[in-house]
Nanobody
């Protein structure tokens, strides 16, 4: 089992940047596919980005492609999401999630463990 704790959210102006972090407990972090999802108020949770256990494969939602970068540090057990050129529509609670399979997937139901989330608010 793995426990996930997100950090790095906050209030940022349109066009700004944030780097979200997700600290994972447990020795098996390096074996999990990891993902970022977000949920805006009144909306369904949606996929943002995912990364394979090795970091060699990534996948992004079209809405963030070219503006975001997912990465991981398997020594420190940390997942990152760098977000640039932030827009008002990026405002949401951002969650990291861990998937025990080796499939880099957008499907939230495939993920086994979830963090509590961190709020990102983009204001104009």
């Amino acid at each position: 089992q793995v426990q996930l704790v997100e950090s790095g959210g906050g209030l940022v102006q349109t066009g700004g940047s944030l780097r979200l972090s997700c600290a994972a407990s447990g020795r098996t972090f390096s074996t999990y596919t990891m993902g970022w999802f977000r949920q805006a108020s009144g909306k369904e949770r949606e996929f943002v980005a995912a990364i394979s256990w090795s970091g060699g494969s990534t996948n992004y939602a079209d809405s963030v492609k070219g503006r975001s970068a997912i990465s991981r540090d398997n020594v420190r057990n940390i997942l990152y999401l760098q977000m640039n050129s932030l827009k008002a529509e990026d405002t949401a609670v951002y969650y990291c999630a861990a998937d025990r399979s080796h499939i880099v997937t957008e499907v939230s139901s495939n993920y086994d463990y979830w963090g509590q989330g961190t709020q990102v608010t983009v204001s104009s």
